[in-house]
T-cell receptor, first 114, second 107 residues
Framework: DTGVSQNPRHKITKRGQNVTFRCDPI?????LYWYRQTLGQGPEFLTYFQNEAQLEKSRLLSDRFSAERPKGSFSTLEIQRTEQGDSAMYLCASSPGSSGNTIYFGEGSWLTVV | KNEVEQSPQNLTAQEGEFITINCSYS?????LHWLQQHPGGGIVSLFM???GKKKHGRLIATINIQEKHSSLHITASHPRDSAVYICAVERSDKLIFGTGTRLQVFP
């Protein structure tokens, strides 16, 4: 069981640069979620996929954020023109299908924008 | 007002104590999850509940759908239980999280 894998685990970038995070879900999990967590807060929903289809995007997700899951397996989350307010941990999670299933989380990707 | 409220926000205990963390929510849900987060970020799913009660080792989770309330109990607490415990409700295929309860158990 390889679990949900995220990389890089840590990223420090200068304001204005683009960053990309990758998530490899548990094999054969149809659902893949991206959440963002800032210090002292619970995670907030960003977006999710059912296979390769992006079913919902949060209003939190500005135009600078884009997520893809091209073949229904791994996913990428790209942030363009990063801002200091983007500093957070970006969590990926996957589950076997629709609601009522256990959700498995990755270790998260920490982003610091300086 | 947050849709998911947890109490207490912080909790300290001596090893061996019985611990209760509470979660109240204000929206209709399809399931409720209790999660554990250790320093460094990783989140582990403890329970997924849609009714009644579940037990796993020293952990017990209950939910009252009518009262929109859930509790997580830890019996015979141990320093390794120190972590942040997060309640999350499942609604429209996504999770809405509480802000977590930081638990520290001292020897």
């Amino acid at each position: 069981d390889t679990g949900v894998s995220q990389n890089p685990r840590h990223k420090i970038t200068k304001r204005g640069q683009n960053v990309t995070f990758r998530c490899d879900p548990i094999s054969e999990h149809n659902r893949l979620y991206w959440y963002r967590q800032t210090l002292g807060q619970g995670p907030e929903f960003l977006t999710y996929f059912q296979n390769e289809a992006q079913l919902e995007k949060s209003r939190l997700l500005s135009d600078r954020f884009s997520a893809e899951r091209p073949k229904g397996s791994f996913s990428t989350l790209e942030i363009q023109r990063t801002e200091q307010g983007d500093s957070a941990m970006y969590l990926c999670a996957s589950s076997p299908g629709s609601s009522g299933n256990t959700i498995y989380f990755g270790e998260g990707s920490w982003l610091t924008v300086v | 007002k947050n849709e998911v409220e947890q109490s207490p926000q912080n909790l300290t205990a001596q090893e061996g104590e019985f611990i209760t963390i509470n979660c109240s929510y204000s929206v209709g849900i399809s399931a409720l999850h209790w999660l554990q987060q250790h320093p460094g970020g990783g989140i582990v799913s403890l329970f997924m509940l849609s009714s009644g009660k579940k037990k796993h080792g020293r952990l017990i989770a209950t939910i009252n759908i009518q009262e929109k309330h859930s509790s997580l109990h830890i019996t015979a607490s141990h320093p390794r239980d120190s972590a942040v415990y997060i309640c999350a409700v499942e609604r429209s295929d996504k999770l809405i999280f509480g802000t977590g309860t930081r638990l520290q158990v001292f020897p």
